[in-house]
C-alpha cells in the first residue's frame, strides 16, 4: 500500500478534532438527530434487558418500539460486544446484557 | 510504504478477484503494476461472499490467500481507497490522474488494534453487510480486510475525539485531505466488477419497502459465519426463518427495467444458497419460483440436481407480485407455468430477490473506451480477443465485460494480463523506460563527477 507523503504535521492533542470538525462544518443536523435516537433506543434496550433475556418481538414491545428497529441495534449491540445470545424459544433467540 | 512512482508498466483498475488475478499475472511476469482499488480493502464482492458453487468451498478462503499475495507482491503496488479520475492517451502509455481518499490517520502507523472502532460512540449500517449490520464512524472494513487498516467516516463523525485519545500508536492526521497524484502506466486493466440490480427496480416486489425482503448478497453476509447475525434470522424481527422463497430472475431477463439480458450467476448461487440452508436451519423450506434453470457450467447440472434431491423446491412460477403481511410475512402471488397458468398466493417468512449483476462502475469521461448498450464494456473482438476494448492498450477483466461466474471471472482476467504484456512488448514500454533509466543513470554520473571537481 503507498502512502503520499504528508504535507502538514498531523494535529495531535487537545484541539485535533476541533480541525476537523471546523473543516467539514461539524455534525449535519440529521446525524445529530440519528445519534441522539441511537442514544434514546440503547438506554431502552440496556434497561429492557436488565430484566433478564428477551427475544426481539419481547424486547420490542416491553421497550415500545418497532421490531426491525429493535433487531437492528440489538445485531448492533451484539456486534460489539455489550450483548450475547443465549437459547432459543419458540422460533427465537433470547438475548442478555454481557456480564461485567 | 512506497511513494507512488512515476511509471508503472500497468495499472489494473479494481481490487477483486479479476483485478488482484491480473494483476498477479502481470507481476509474476515481471511487469511493475499499480493495482487501484476505490474502497478502504481489496477483495471485492467476493470477499463477502458465504461460500462457492458448485463445490461449495469457503469463498474467503479462496479470496483471502490472493489479497495477502497481491499485497506481498514485489512487483504489485497497492493503493486502496482511491479513485481513478481520468485515464488519457499520452505518447505511447496513459498518464493516469488519480485521487487518494483521507483515511484521516497514518496509514504505515496503524496497528489494526480496533481500539478506536470499540471507542467511536455511533453506530451507522454498515456497506459490507448492505446495511443489515452495523458499524462504527471509525472502523476497519472487515475481519479479512487488507490492508488492516482503519478509516474514519466524516460525514457520519460525531467529532468526540475518542478515537484518537485511545489511538496506541498516535497515528490519527484530522489535517489529511483528498490529495491528487498523477502517474504513467503502459497498459490499462479494467476489473471493475459487479453490482447487483437496485432492489427498487422492480416496484411489484417491494425490494426497497419490505424489510423481510433480501437482496442475495444481504443473504451471502447472513448465512455467513462472521456476518451481522451470526446466524441465519430474519431482518424484521429476529425469528429463524422455516419458510424461506427466491424469486428468479427478478432483476434480470426483464424488459421492464431496462435489464433484457441473462445474468448467468443467479440460478446458481440461489441454489447455493438453498441448499445451504437446508443445512443451517433443521426442517426449513425453500422454495425458488423460477422460469427456467440455466446450470450451465461445469458440475452445474449435477449441483441443481443434488439440491432438489436434498430437499429444495424448484417450482415453475412466476412471481407477479408480493405484498407483506402484519407480522412482516410475505405473501406472493405467482402464476404456476406447469398448471395452466393457474394463480396461487403463498405466505413465507422471508423472500430473496435473485437480482441481476449490472456493471459496477461506469467509464464514461475517465477513460474513453466504449461501452456496449447493456453498460458493460464493448469487446468488439469478444471471440477471438475477449478482453479487447474499443481503445488500444486498454483491456478488460471479469465482470467488467459482463456477466460470469467466478471462474470464467479468473479466467478472463488472466486472459487480459497476457493481452496487456503482449501490447507492452509490441510496444517496447520496458525498453523505453530503460532508456528513461539509462539516461538518469547518466545525468546522475555527470552531476556525481561535476560535484567530485
Redesign the interface.
Known amino acids: 500500500m503507498s502512502e503520499t507523503p504528508q504535507t502538514a504535521k498531523p494535529a495531535k492533542g487537545k484541539n485535533a478534532i476541533a480541525v476537523l470538525r471546523e473543516r467539514h462544518g461539524g455534525m449535519s443536523k440529521e446525524l445529530k438527530e440519528y445519534f441522539k435516537e441511537q442514544q434514546r433506543i440503547r438506554k431502552l434496550l440496556r434497561e429492557g434487558l436488565k430484566g433478564g433475556a428477551m427475544t426481539v418481538p419481547q424486547l420490542a414491545a416491553a421497550c415500545k418500539l418497532e421490531t426491525h428497529t429493535t433487531m437492528w441495534h440489538l445485531m448492533a449491540m451484539r456486534r460489539y460486544g455489550e450483548v450475547v445470545e443465549g437459547a432459543e424459544q419458540n422460533g427465537y433467540l433470547l438475548y442478555t446484557l454481557k456480564e461485567g | ?4 512512482r512515476e511509471r508503472y508498466d500497468a495499472l489494473v483498475i479494481g481490487g477483486g478477484i479479476a483485478g488482484m488475478q491480473a494483476a498477479l499475472d502481470l507481476g509474476e511476469q515481471g511487469y511493475d503494476v499499480l493495482l487501484v482499488e476505490k474502497e478502504p480493502s481489496i477483495g471485492g464482492v467476493m470477499v463477502g461472499l458465504n461460500k462457492v458453487f458448485p463445490t461449495l468451498d469457503c469463498s474467503s478462503c479462496i479470496c483471502t490467500p490472493r489479497m495477502a499475495e497481491a ?1 506481498h507482491h514485489a512487483r504489485i ?4 481507497y482511491t479513485e481513478v479520475e481520468r485515464v488519457e492517451k499520452k505518447g505511447t502509455g496513459f498518464a493516469v490522474h488519480l485521487v ?1 481518499k483521507p483515511r ?1 490517520l ?3 502507523d496503524c496497528v489494526g488494534c480496533n481500539l478506536c472502532e ?1 471507542a467511536c ?3 451507522v449500517p454498515h456497506e459490507f453487510d448492505y446495511g ?3 458499524r ?1 464512524a471509525v472502523y476497519i472494513p472487515h475481519g479479512n480486510a487488507i ?1 488492516q ?1 482503519a478509516v474514519l467516516d ?8 475518542k478515537c ?1 485519545k485511545v489511538c496506541p500508536t ?1 497515528c ?5 485531505e483528498a ?1 491528487e ?1 498523477t502517474t504513467s502506466a503502459g497498459a490499462v486493466i479494467i476489473a471493475t466488477g459487479l453490482q447487483i440490480t437496485p432492489m427498487a427496480a422492480k416496484k411489484e416486489y417491494g425490494g426497497d419497502t419490505f ?1 423481510n425482503v433480501m437482496n442475495p448478497l444481504g443473504m451471502e453476509r447472513i448465512q455467513s459465519s462472521n456476518g ?3 446466524r441465519v ?1 430474519r ?6 426463518p ?1 419458510s424461506i422463497a427466491y424469486v428468479q430472475c427478478a432483476g434480470s431477463r426483464d424488459r421492464s427495467i431496462g435489464i433484457p439480458y441473462c445474468s448467468r450467476v443467479c440460478c446458481m448461487y440461489a441454489l447455493k444458497q438453498a441448499l445451504l440452508l437446508t443445512h443451517y436451519i433443521h426442517g426449513v423450506e425453500v422454495t425458488l419460483y423460477y422460469m427456467d434453470i440455466r446450470a450451465f457450467g461445469k458440475g452445474y447440472e449435477q449441483f441443481y440436481r443434488r439440491a432438489v434431491k436434498e430437499g429444495v423446491k424448484a417450482t415453475k412460477g412466476k412471481v407477479a407480485k408480493i405484498t407483506e403481511a402484519d407480522n ?1 410475512d410475505l405473501i406472493l402471488r405467482v402464476e404456476m407455468l406447469d398448471e395452466n397458468g393457474r394463480v396461487e398466493e403463498r405466505r413465507h417468512d422471508l423472500v430473496v430477490l435473485a437480482q441481476g449483476l449490472v456493471p459496477g462502475w461506469h467509464v464514461g469521461g475517465v477513460v474513453d473506451a466504449e461501452e456496449a448498450e447493456d453498460g458493460f464494456l464493448l469487446t468488439p473482438e469478444a471471440k477471438v480477443s475477449p478482453s479487447h476494448t474499443t481503445m488500444e492498450g486498454v483491456f478488460v477483466g471479469g465482470v467488467a465485460a459482463g456477466p460470469k461466474d467466478i471462474p470464467d471471472a479468473i479466467v478472463e482476467a488472466g486472459e487480459a494480463a497476457m493481452a496487456a504484456a503482449n501490447y507492452l512488448e509490441r510496444i517496447g514500454w520496458r525498453a523505453m523506460a530503460g532508456a528513461v533509466l539509462g539516461a538518469s543513470a547518466a545525468k546522475q554520473e555527470v552531476v556525481e563527477t561535476w560535484e567530485m571537481h
Not at chain 2, 510504504?1 to 507512488?4: D, E, L, N, P, R
Not at chain 2, 503496488?77 to 486502496?80: G, I, K, R, V
Not at chain 2, 490519527?172 to 489529511?176: L, M, R, S
Open positions: 510504504m512506497a511513494k507512488i499485497a503496488q497497492l493503493q486502496t487518494k484521516f497514518i496509514e504505515d470499540l460512540p455511533i453506530d443489515l449490520g452495523a462504527r490492508p487498516t466524516v460525514e457520519n463523525c460525531v467529532f468526540c475525539g484518537e498516535h490519527f492526521d484530522f489535517t489529511q490529495e497524484v424489510v451481522p447475525y451470526g434470522l431482518p424484521s424481527d429476529g425469528k429463524i422455516r412482516h
